[in-house]
């Protein structure tokens, strides 16, 4: 997904505690840098500062950060010549969106013993049973086409 001045991110929304792909083609690349590092901090005060040497590939740089819980990402660019793309001094200052709790597993889910089937589940169970047995038999019971298999003894 491209969100702004050539950076792609691998996934459409950022999210709490995931490892996000960037992809920057932006000014630095075109300028034929043969390093470049994103600078990345997280929230308003830039909490968690980070600094990581981006892989050059045919089609920018690339680098997987670690996303923290915080409100915001935020990430500039620097070469090894020290020459910023900080998006014009404003940096670059994505959303972080927070996992729902709705989601996530309460229990945990121990193998040691088997979980109990709900009764509504075995209940649906006889009541298909009962159904087809009602639906395949009736019909031939009504027109006395049902037979009785004979055991040989």
Known sequence: ME???NIFFN???????????ISYAGQLFQDGSEEVFIHYGFGINWD????????KTE???QAEIELLSDETFNFCFKNSNDVW???????????IEKVELAL???????LDRPRRLRKSYIWNKKIRLAIYKV???LPKLISGN??????NM
């Open 146 to 151: 049902y037979k009785r298999k004979i055991s």
């Open 85 to 95: 793309d900080n998006n014009e001094g404003q940096n670059y200052v994505f959303p």
């Open 3 to 5: 969100l702004v001045k």
């Open 59 to 61: 089609l920018g740089f």
């Open 48 to 55: 968690n500062l980070g600094e990581v040497q981006m892989e």
């Open 11 to 21: 996934t459409d929304k950022l999210v709490e505690n995931t490892k996000v792909k």
């Open 135 to 137: 639906i395949t038999y």
């Open 104 to 110: 996530v597993p309460q229990e945990e889910i121990s």
